[in-house]
Structures are given as structure tokens and as C-alpha cells.
């Protein structure tokens, strides 16, 4: 199956946006696929702003990108954009990082009038950087991910049937089934 390296734009560690990735990752894994997260929240900052291209942390996120079959990027948004923090790493990377990709954009957001923000802010710049197959995104609203005192994902019954829907094409897109198999042990 495809190799998928799912992003987390997100700068806060009690993310819904992480936690949102991480529970899709689960079914893209269940499909067959081989996952690999990465939350540019941890990478180091000295490196993100400075612009500093060959910092080892930099060059192994380029690395996981140009490895990857198939790329989720995740974001909370700000002021009707995609994270500044997501920002600085896409500018870190070669121009066309994402040629012959497939790629799932996905934002979380406190109001559905920030539900845009995916096909006016965000997918210009992925459409830039060479993406070949940018399927259909989705904006899941802030109110319809509840986080659990043991930090468990909980998401409204709409959301996670659209959520399943949009992840299920692209995992079709790559290639993969739609189906998710049953764990093992």
C-alpha cells in the first residue's frame, strides 16, 4: 500500500487538530497503508524561522516528504488562514515537494466561516509546490471534536462520516482500499 506522512500544522500540544490526524491515521492504517505522523509543533523553531534549510530536523521533514506517496496536511485556522507555523515549514521545503503527490487538506476551525480557508488559502500553496492529485479537503468544527480527561477523540456522528468519507477517497486515490480491515491480536 502507499507510504503517507500526515502533518500536523498545529502549534498547540493539547491539539484537536493532531488528535484528529492521529485517529485518521488509524483508518488509513486499517486500509493497508504505512503512516508516518509528524507534528511541525515539535520540530525546532530556531530552524523553522531562521530558514535554516540544513538543520538535520529540517532536512529529515524534507526528506519524509519526498518519501511519502500520499500527504494529509492538518491545520487549525487563524484569521481565515492556514497555522503560521505550517507556513514556515512549507517555505522550508523544495518548490515542488509535493510533485506526483496525492494530497488530503484538512482544517479545524472555531465557525464554519472559516470553511474556506482549505480551497482559498490552503490549496493554492499546495497546488504550487506540485501536488499532482489534491483531493477534496474537509473543515471539521472545533465543537464537533471532544477530547475525553484521558485525552481520547470523540467526534460527532456527522463529522466522522464525512471525515471517514473524505479519508476514503483518498485513500482510494492512492491506490489503497476503503475498506478497513479488522485489528489483529
Request: hydrophobic residues 45%; charged residues 15%.
Amino acid at each position: 500500500m502507499a507510504s503517507i506522512l500526515s502533518v500536523s500544522g498545529s502549534p498547540s500540544h493539547t491539539s484537536r487538530t493532531t488528535r484528529l490526524l492521529r485517529h485518521l491515521d488509524d483508518r488509513l492504517r486499517l486500509q493497508g497503508h504505512d503512516v508516518t505522523p509528524l507534528e511541525v509543533r515539535t520540530l525546532p523553531p530556531q530552524a523553522l524561522l531562521g530558514a535554516d534549510l540544513r538543520h538535520p530536523a529540517i532536512t529529515a521533514a524534507a526528506a519524509l516528504f519526498e518519501q511519502a506517496d500520499g500527504v494529509v496536511i492538518g491545520t487549525p485556522v487563524y484569521k481565515a488562514a492556514y497555522s503560521g507555523l505550517l507556513k514556515s515549514l512549507l517555505d522550508l521545503l523544495p518548490q515542488y515537494a509535493l510533485t506526483g503527490k496525492t494530497v488530503l487538506p484538512l482544517a479545524t476551525g472555531g465557525s464554519t466561516a472559516h470553511v474556506l480557508a482549505i480551497d482559498y488559502a490552503l490549496r493554492p500553496v499546495l497546488s504550487s509546490m506540485g501536488a499532482s492529485h489534491i483531493v477534496p479537503g474537509w473543515f471539521t468544527l472545533d465543537k464537533d471534536l471532544a477530547v475525553g480527561d484521558d485525552g481520547t477523540l470523540t467526534v460527532a456522528p456527522a463529522a466522522a462520516t464525512a471525515l471517514e468519507q473524505v479519508t476514503d477517497h483518498f485513500s482510494s486515490a492512492l491506490g489503497g482500499r476503503t475498506t478497513v480491515l479488522a485489528p489483529t491480536g
